[in-house]
């Protein structure tokens, strides 16, 4: 059974950093591309970043340079570090590999 299961949510001033961790289980971790995505409510879930088995990355234009996606292969775990975060930023965010989802975590950003 795979899971993804995030963490690292919550609340945080505007220009604040947080990083968010998923955990994966149930896949061979080291040969999935893996994927940040958020959804803030009304809107569709976008594409932040993502990372390849390689380690290669990808982001979307709207947080390059403050947001850095990185995996730990030995804990089967990809981070999400975020920082100057502006209230635009407020969303649920979900990690996702081989179309398998988790639950997200919340991040509000607000003075």
């Known amino acids: 059974q795979v899971q993804l299961v995030e963490s690292g949510g919550g609340l945080v001033q505007p220009g604040g950093s947080l990083t968010l961790s998923c955990a994966a289980s149930?896949?061979?971790?080291?040969?999935?591309?893996m994927g940040w995505y958020r959804q803030a409510p009304g809107k569709l879930r976008e594409l932040i970043a993502g990372?390849?088995?390689?380690?290669?990355?990808n982001y979307a234009d709207f947080v390059k340079g403050r947001f850095t996606i990185s995996r730990d292969n030995a804990k089967n775990t990809v981070y999400l570090r975020m920082s100057s975060l502006q209230p635009e930023d407020t969303a649920v965010y979900y990690c996702?590999?081989?179309?398998?989802w988790g639950q997200g975590t919340q991040v509000t950003v607000s003075s």
């Open positions: 996702e590999a081989a179309t398998y």
């Open positions: 990372i390849s088995i390689s380690g290669r990355t």
């Open positions: 149930g896949i061979i971790f080291r040969f999935n591309n």
